[in-house]
């Protein structure tokens, strides 16, 4: 996303929406509803590059022999791949194309939507120990130690999703015309604050920089002298019983007393199986190797940390040893 990677410049929107139209006509032939462009606010005046999200149930073979077909039916002569994230030249233009799992299709195709939009809602939640991404809303589960996280599901429904935040979905469906209508729409929400942006954190600040949309956020907020502020509870698990009401078919405390279990599971196993442990028994073992027998040797079991946690630590030796032979 940018369209800075070939260095090919900015079209005004009447040439971008032929290409666009294009690209559309092309896609729809070749993989039907697999793909999503996402939508932008209608008086944008120019674009520096296509973005293209196509969802890997449009894959036949590979993602490879995908990318080829593409590059050979469009007779495109420059390209660059980097991951899920092929990058393109056609019609001079730069045209970026996702591929993402199918349950996150829709979700990537939301979250990209109306440019920044995106990140400013992110902030909000981050105060609810919630993350706003491609892959919808998700709870950040952190171990004691704060060495461990990881994201909980909890919504891909997005009209219930921006609603918990007071947003008006409908409005969101309809579109905006503006930049200035879009970010009134998003700080609209009660739990909008204008600190994150008056007391800028590494992470915001970067985004500041790199991100044009944001620079004109910022600006807004200044020109039209929003003041607003939100002042949030500091422990963040105190907002766990509104999300568990609101999101029920989470069900995100069961969720997070499952991850606790599995926390008292690995302080069991402190001293008993680790890399460390692996590699006394087996010094051979380092770096991949290690990683790859560990994972193979957990396989066996389908909650390995449950298993290993029951058990002594002279047997999980003697159970290493006879899985390496």
């Known amino acids: ?68 077909q593409i590059v050979q039916d469009l007779g495109i002569e420059q390209y660059k791949s980097a991951g899920a994230v092929f990058s393109t030249v056609y019609q001079h233009f730069q045209v970026d194309y996702f591929c993402k799992e199918q349950a996150f299709f829709e979700s990537t195709y939301h979250y990209l939507s109306f440019n920044d939009i995106g990140n400013i809602l992110g902030k909000m939640f981050k105060r609810f120990n919630l993350k706003y991404g491609e892959q919808g809303l998700q709870y950040v589960f952190r171990r004691t130690d704060g060495h461990f996280q990881k994201d909980l599901p909890v919504s891909l429904d997005f009209a219930r999703i921006f609603t918990f935040l007071d947003l ?21 929400s009660p739990y909008f604050s204008i600190k ?31 003041t607003q502020t939100f002042t949030f509870q500091e422990e963040r698990d105190a907002y766990l019983p509104m999300i568990e009401a609101f999101f029920p078919e989470a069900h995100l405390l069961k969720k997070i007393e499952q991850e606790r279990q599995r926390e008292g599971f690995v302080l069991q196993l402190r001293g008993k199986y680790s890399g460390q442990v692996v590699m006394r028994l087996f010094p051979e073992l380092q770096g991949k190797a290690l990683g790859e027998f560990m994972r193979k040797f957990e396989a066996q079991w389908e909650d390995h940390e449950a298993v290993l946690a029951g058990m002594e630590a002279r047997e999980i030796e003697n159970r290493l040893k006879v899985f390496r032979t």
Do not use: C
């Open 196 to 226: 994150p942006y008056q007391e800028q954190d590494a992470t915001t600040a970067q985004r500041v920089k790199e991100r044009h949309t944001m620079q004109r956020f910022v600006q807004w907020l200044k020109d039209n002298h929003i």
């Open 1 to 68: 996303m940018g369209g800075n990677l070939f260095k090919l410049g900015r079209l005004p929107q009447a040439q971008y929406a032929a290409i666009e139209t294009e690209l559309r006509q092309y896609l729809d032939r070749k993989i039907g509803d697999q793909y999503r462009i996402p939508r932008y606010y209608r008086s944008k005046a120019d674009f520096g590059d296509v973005d293209i999200i196509i969802s890997d149930a449009a894959i036949q073979s590979t993602w490879q022999d995908l990318r080829m």
């Open 168 to 188: 008006d979905y409908a409005h969101w469906e309809h579109g905006f015309d503006t930049l200035d209508e879009m970010f009134r729409w998003a700080t609209a």
